[in-house]
């Protein structure tokens, strides 16, 4: 197949939360110097970008996502000399570097909105969605992701403003010329100053359907914005200029956070032809424990139709686009707890599995804090634990509305709410797993003494080196990055197992679902072949079949 080499494409990408990571000064909050304090880690551990989750001022209604001003860095996490400081440390050190873009919207308090809320005939008015009020109601029947109408009444201009996230949180009018100048213009400021890629949050929602149609109804009474926002009718136009404009100067990975996306929308966002994104992030996989009530609720993903959705990323966009690959970040459960096993006895294997399964693909993987360790879920235990606005509105509205019963709802968001991904990152078995010397902002997960990176660091056989092999694995065999992809055993619901081809090199990955002893017969034309063992844990592998242990796993060369 014919593919074009490009660095993004072998790389790996960690993903920092930097309100978890380390916090430098005792306050509680992870930082900018914390970050540069933990450079030699991920040194260590061979990543070769990192995202880092947004560093802006900001409110932090949304924990950094409602920016306040997109060229000042958030005071609890330093100043623009530490960020400087930093970057400069990471290049040196072979590290690249990726900001979170966040411009679907901005905060209330950015000096745009200020202006914007101000009056009818502001200069600033049209930066934002302002519309009149609909038989004494919002303008349309759309929701918001963090429950409730994603209309807001301004008291002083008598208008609406909409904001498909927090009220904190008011859209950008894409539509208007200026605020693409603006934008774009902030983003070259941040290339100039060396930066490597950009993570575009929720840029799929951009460009909204002019007329604002009122969406199919749920079960929350609220209309979806999804058919009239998700790849609305301008958001390749709009990407593309800012490709012209911006992106195409520098040698930059991007990637596009698109929620709603199908595989035909990122043939187009993320075209091998480079118009518009590297890649896209796709929430097919992540959809499949969802339902009528969204995320809430108590699922397990059918192991059928996550190789199913997966398998059709990975065939239809070879040689067209290139995928994202990615079991956690932020906004997700951990990958242990939710596609794996967490208890004691199966954590680990069911870790180094999951890393298998997603970094023998073809694509970028992105490592999440902490997921490299196998770091689990938060055992919530009241109300009080919960820091993040969507699993606090939910149960609010869910509870409120008799969907759920507060002790269902509680269940609910203390197995999918974002807090377990954003729960401090465990360093030691020190104070406070090493994160802060003071107290903080989020409780750390009390497993800490058992599940920590000093640990994991000093044990051969850890989840950390475990992820460290198969990084450096991606720079060493090009079948990794580029060879194509088949699905083997595609109805097995305890096996995921594939095939790469590269020329006359097959590369076979076998993963074991389940909690038990399992056996596999190999494919034919692989029986009694030597097989070189890349990686793997709890597989034997016998003339005619493999044996896999309880979530066991192996990437087998075939050269
Ligand atoms: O998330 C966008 C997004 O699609 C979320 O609505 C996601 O579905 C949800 O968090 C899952 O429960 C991005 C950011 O990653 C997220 O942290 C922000 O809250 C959101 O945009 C608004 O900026
Ligand atoms: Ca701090």
Redesign the pocket.
């Known amino acids: 197949m014919n593919m074009e080499k490009q660095w993004w494409k072998s790389s790996v990408v960690y993903q920092i939360y930097p309100r978890s990571f380390c916090d430098s000064n005792g306050d509680g909050i992870g930082d900018l110097e914390g970050i540069r304090s933990k450079l030699w880690y991920l040194k260590e551990l061979g990543v070769d970008v990192i995202w880092l989750s947004p560093v802006y001022q900001s409110p932090n209604d949304?924990m950094g996502?409602d920016i306040s001003d997109y060229r000042a860095i958030m005071k609890e996490f330093g100043t623009m000399e530490d960020y400087d400081r930093m970057l400069a440390e990471a290049h040196s050190m072979g590290i690249r570097v990726m900001m979170d873009l966040?411009v679907n919207?901005t905060s209330d308090e950015h000096a745009w909105f200020v202006e914007s809320r101000r009056s009818r005939d502001n200069g600033f008015r049209d930066f934002y969605i302002w519309r009149d009020g609909r038989d004494g109601g919002a303008p349309n029947n759309w929701g918001s992701?963090f429950g409730g109408s994603a209309w807001k009444y301004d008291e002083a201009s008598g208008q609406y403003y909409l904001h498909l996230?927090s009220e904190k949180?008011p859209d950008l009018n894409w539509e208007n010329e200026k605020v693409r100048e603006q934008v774009f213009d902030m983003m070259t400021w941040w290339c100039d100053k060396g930066i490597d890629g950009f993570r575009m949050?929720?840029i799929s929602l951009i460009s909204k359907v002019p007329e604002l149609p009122d969406g199919p109804e749920g079960e929350s009474g609220y209309g979806d914005f999804g058919p009239y926002c998700a790849n609305g009718p301008r958001v390749h136009e709009y990407l593309q200029e800012m490709n012209r404009r911006v992106l195409s100067k520098y040698d930059l990975i991007t990637v596009g956070?698109c929620?709603g996306v199908t595989v035909e929308e990122a043939k187009k966002y993320a075209s091998a032809s480079g118009k518009e994104l590297n890649m896209v992030f796709q929430f097919e996989h992540m959809d499949l424990d969802g339902g009528e009530t969204c995320?809430w609720n108590h699922k397990k993903v059918p192991l059928t139709e996550l190789k199913q959705v997966m398998s059709k990323w990975q065939r239809e966009l070879a040689g067209k686009a290139w995928n994202s690959l990615y079991w956690s970040n932020?906004?997700q459960p951990r990958s242990v707890s939710r596609l794996g096993n967490d208890s004691p006895a199966y954590r680990e294997a069911s870790a180094k599995m999951l890393a298998t399964c997603l970094h023998m693909m073809q694509g970028t993987p992105y490592i999440f804090q902490g997921e490299e360790l196998g770091m689990t879920n938060y055992p919530f235990t009241s109300l009080e634990d919960f820091r993040d606005i969507?699993s606090i509105h939910a149960y609010q509205e869910f509870t409120e509305k008799g969907i759920f019963t507060p002790e269902e709802m509680f269940d609910y968001i203390s197995y999918k709410g974002?807090d377990n991904a954003r729960t401090p990152m465990q360093w030691n078995d020190g104070h406070q797993a090493g994160f802060t010397e003071g107290t903080p902002w989020i409780a750390v997960n009390p497993n800490y003494r058992e599940i920590n990176a000093r640990e994991q660091m000093g044990r051969p056989d850890s989840v950390f080196h475990y992820y460290q092999k198969l990084i450096a694995l991606r720079k060493q065999y090009e079948i990794i990055v580029y060879g194509d992809y088949e699905l083997l055993l595609p109805d097995s619901r305890e096996l995921y197992v594939y095939l790469r081809t590269l020329g006359d090199q097959k590369l076979l990955v076998l993963c074991s679902f389940v909690e038990h002893e399992t056996c596999c017969r190999l494919p034919e034309a692989l029986q009694g072949k030597k097989g070189k063992l890349l990686t793997g844990n709890g597989c034997r592998l016998e003339a005619e079949e493999a044996k896999l242990a309880a979530y066991g796993c192996a990437a087998v060369l075939y050269e």
């Open positions: 949304d996502y966040v919207h992701c996230f949180q949050d929720v956070e929620s995320k932020h906004d969507e974002r």
